[in-house]
């Protein structure tokens, strides 16, 4: 699943320094042929797709799309209805099923339907959103940097980018500003949302059909999964209207149609130099996959110990899986001899060129170089910084909102405020699962950065992981909705002394920020000096005709409906329903799902199921309209093939593919397995 | 610890085959400075030693030392006393220790001591070899592979090594005859082993004292384990005369003493080429970390599920997290970019002398290049060779049987009958982790030969791999010794007809020996073939004063006690009993083991406890004896620090250090923590 994760998607959003921290850059020109690109709205390459596709794309057409365009928490969207209605996928949607199920009624086994919209229930946390308007704002972001370096250069372009946002948004509760890194510091965009933070469940399949296949499956085609969810954003307790939706087109599209997917990709690095390629490679991406690896086998083997374990593990087993796939296909690109040598030519060919240009060289410097020296740093740092601060607590729900509470502590009341409302919601918390992640977390810790770390031994005292996790999770009243409302209100003083959690975090906090600190100075702050150069290199002698890495921003990809031949072994753009049947073999996760079984008499097998086009996507694209040239919505993206895990660091348009769930399997569905008139209606299907 | 794996510890003296895969190259002369050099007794530099060291080594010496060094499983030893005692580590002996163990006994727990000889108790399987004769038999090993290829040289080599063990052991089984390959196939030495098949557990401390500090602790010095046991050789039912003991001195070494050490180095690659170590950093100790990351942490859940689940995966928990930190560490060699240059340089280096002289060049040919080649094989070759056969069954020990039976079903009946013999054996078997490997491994192999592979197919058949995993383990009856001995007697139908394991082994190995055909013949045979060529042009270039990597053969390495340096922090050679009760938090693995608590105020915490020194040494030589210039046991040698990770790659005297626990150590705990009045009298200790 392309699925970019809450976690890193909040990241992007939350502050320039994790941004530059993200090391993207644009794209080479050589490479940006075949349907290769992520575009900006403001830059997309209308001309070059209307020659090819014969399509008529015009800014009008463009517009339409973008405002029917909604991000949502990690994935994508689009309005399908005047009435609020949205489409996304059933995986950008079971975190919220997930969280308003319980032993009793467990909706994402069994599916979710509102038959009236009295029965649409609220995601807790959700917000929904469109972009309204993009303002070039480079000059001033470049400016407020000017002259500093690491820490000073951080904080006063921080300091710049907080300003413009506010000034912005204006106080309007109903945007949000929010200023985006394009071409890795070449450009600088203010995004203006429209926000609606009321965003409420109307329908999921069961699980077992939107993720039939299961891992095994993932980011493999031929593919057989409805994986289809629908939201409706209200606004003073009445759905929004939304005039500027996609039209629903409930008939799959031919082999070599056109297709457009508009979302936001949510991290590429397709031009990382050489150095960051290595270090990423030998350093980081090893430790990810380990790392995910064992608690992967943690998580697995727990939830075969019970039915709740199982029910309460689905999501989380789910998204780390998933994870893991992405990084290990990340890796394969960075292993694979070939790419690195095209990377490595690149990059020579790059170097040679603004070393021939006496002006050019003046004005660029050596950044690459520069580059390499910080991977110096970053190899020393990465190990304290990931264990103590960027993947502190092992995704320990109950440890992120305490660390979140004790670093309100000296924050202004409004900031507080909105954490209390933030922490305040009720969310279903298992306790087994937290004290697993804690005990996983602080045993890698104490592994990585060894038991005579000056940190660790702070941490541990002279507890094991194991028993500091189970005292931590049996002591702490965080799992109360209640006492956290009250405990981010608390001062440093009456944390520590109403939780044990909250003054474990506090007590060992001043050494996660030391390292967070060093890591951005140290690390991000040259990184964006450099790679900024070597963005205005590739301006430079490539031109401006390029899309950017990926931002979780807003873009727009073009493409046609095709399958792929690799190794011989040629594989058709589309699947039916009916093959769904043969692929079932009753076993987890290949088994049907209840409701395909009970209704399999009066399916048509011979509608599409899900297809692959050539579209140019990646995690955070989940859930974006598949389009067709009259601008309807023709499917939904919800993965790549096996091929595009390496799109993190290149596109090759005779392998890479985006997989996506059709409208008229949708509609399908809608109509003979989980049959719902009210929303095909509200579609405008007979 | 630096235990070699019994898997890996079998395969290596099972074929020639299994040892041409490993690809291990004589090391290059410019690094054999220092103290490098796991040296042959037949080859070993007296001369430099003794300059250098001022000893007075000679072949005497040399003899008496080969004598009393004992071979066991995995492991290394050494004979201690004239009536059979040896000596080597708690960590070799805890498989015994373990099998005798049940839920009422742990002796793994509480440690073992027989207070008579009529107590002490056999360990199933165990043996002990001493290394008597050497012979070259070089060239006639070369001349029955010449002018063959793939399968048909593997065939041809293995015939001439099978004809030549069986002449020179004629038939008595007293003895053991091994081809043992050497320089990477520039040399094959005939190993002739005076072999005693009745090995009986004298004494092991209780694992919090020999294992103190646990995985955290391991590898890692200052360090504070008793990781010593005692072992009894018998044979017809008496002890073993072993008049070539070593004499026990209870005293500890002097900083800068000399220090001698003799034993079974497992494997070392110290000059692979260049593609070759590319394809083991890029793939294969990828999986290798990750596979083993994920079955940790079924492993370590699963351990936290009662008191007998943590009784019984003690030791395999042990074993894989030992493994994991020996792959951690070698990926740290093969991802650290200024060793990668100093491998690169060499290379370039012994090829451009190779290609200076034409007469050479005729001779030797591009062995490089065509490696290169075979990594291209091995890449594609790699997943599927490990998931059907190498890593097949995921450690299960029921499934490791199931196969030996199945591939027996066609030979002779003496194989057949020495098999029974084998798996005849009891052995306490937990059903619970038998499962959760296997269900491991199914849904690895799932995972990475993906869902539609013909032979992943073939093995699911319509179950998911959790429930096949079931099925098998509750069906089969290879937990009861009877069965599997009559099993190895039945026909390839009977088997399929009595036990679900047997039945599906049966029914996949054929697919499985397939690939393991074609590893040997496409991977092994010319990597063997080009690997000698690199070994040749070595020889020639750089002459025959080296040592050859470890294949689990007899080795001595020279060194003295020394501490070590690394970025400013100075590690001083020794620990001392008192410093246990320091480092002791009542928190496991950091707890006391119960008697060293106990007996507190009788211990003499000024007594040296371990010790580290400059040998080089690897896996499969835990156990080994520390020798001073007088041919006296001062300590064994049970680990090494982890700068010695890398050691698989290139030793690094500035770093590398060998970890011992000092006879002083032991002779202290003989006397006032495990009080063996009558072990201490046969080490001839007051």
Redesign the interface.
Known sequence: MILRSLRAAMAATASIAAVGGAVAIMAAPSAAQADEGMWTFDNFPIQTVNQKYGTRIDQAWLDRVRNASVRIQGCSASFVSDEGLILTNWHCVVGCVQELSDAQRDYVKNGFTAGTREEEVQCPGQTAEVLTEITDVTDRVIAAGEGLEGAAFNTARQAAVNQIQTEACAGDAKFNCQVISLYRGGQYSLHKFRKYDDVRLVFAPENQAAFF?G???NF?FPRYALDAGFLRAYEDGKPVESPNFLKWNPEAPSEGDVTFVSGNPGSTSRLLTMSQL?RL???QL?IM???T??????????S??GDEAKRTSFDPIFGLENSFKVY?GQ?GAL?D?AFMQAKREAEAELRTRVAADPNLKQQIGDPWTELEAVQGVARDLYLPYRQLEQAAGGGSQLYAMARAIVRSAGADEARRARLAATVGEETPISTDMEE?RLR?WLSKT??YL??DNPQVKAM?????P??LAGRLIDGTRMADADFRRQAAGMTLEQMKAADPLLAFVAANDEAAQAIAGRWAAEVNAPTARAAEKVAQARFAVYGTNQYPDATFSLRLSYGEVKGWTYRGVTVPPFTYIGGLYERA??????NLAQAFADNEARVNKAVVYDFVSTNDIIGGNSGSPVINADGEVIGAAFDGNIHSLGGSFGYDGDLNRTVSVSTAAITEALRNVYPNPRILAELGVR
Do not use: C, K
């Not at 690896?293 to 943690?298: D, F, I, K, P």
């Open positions: 296949g891992d095994p499956d493999n290595e490679r030998d350093q090893p996959l380990i790392q690896s064992e608690l992967r086998g943690r998580l697995l083997e727990y075969l110990t290990y890796q292993t001899p697993l996983y104490r592994e060894t038991v541990l005292g002279r507890e094991s194991e028993a073999t009753g076993s987890e996760p290949f």
